[in-house]
């Protein structure tokens, strides 16, 4: 009797190990990881600064709408990347009627660089009015950021990329040559199909 109470015993304590291993593994490993841009995918992307002298100064917030357009020669209103070794080079062209916000970015070992129209940029075009601000020093980085591992083989592009910038910097105006200081912060959204790609 006192075989079969041990031997019980052994295997309720196994098997409720074994329970909570298995609700463990299961709470660490969700399908969707905690961080990840994935829960936004298909929201608008969302811009929130100000620029601080010039024709058009004052505070700018709003939506961009999360609408897709992949062709070989163009991705607009996301933003993707390539792969060259450990280092991605990240492309953004987000636009709506009257504002098309674009820009490139070297990201290596989670970083990116100064704003300075090399290594990364920033450009704002407000339309009717085709003044275009291009970022020629100025700080800026890069939050919540997550990658997808493809986007099919109509693009050179490896992936989607989806992150949160801040940014501070002097801008210059490619109209007339006056400068501008604009800081704020651009939400960019993957697709809603994101799984897709």
Known sequence: MKYFK???YLI???ALSFLVGCTSDD???PSNPR???LEFAGDPHTYNFTITGGEIAGDYIGEIGND???TELLLANYSAYMQFGNEKDISLNIFKENLIIGGSFNYANGTIGSLDNNASNLSFQFEP???RYNSVSGSMQLSEVDF???LGINT???GLAAYEISFNGTFINALNGSEVQIEGTIKVNFPENVEQY
């Open 6 to 8: 041990k031997t019980s």
């Open 129 to 131: 009015s085709a003044i």
């Open 12 to 14: 309720l304590l196994i």
């Open 148 to 150: 997808t591992d493809s």
């Open 35 to 37: 961080g990840s841009q």
């Open 156 to 158: 050179a592009y490896t």
């Open 27 to 29: 709470d660490s490993n």
């Open 68 to 70: 897709l357009t992949v």
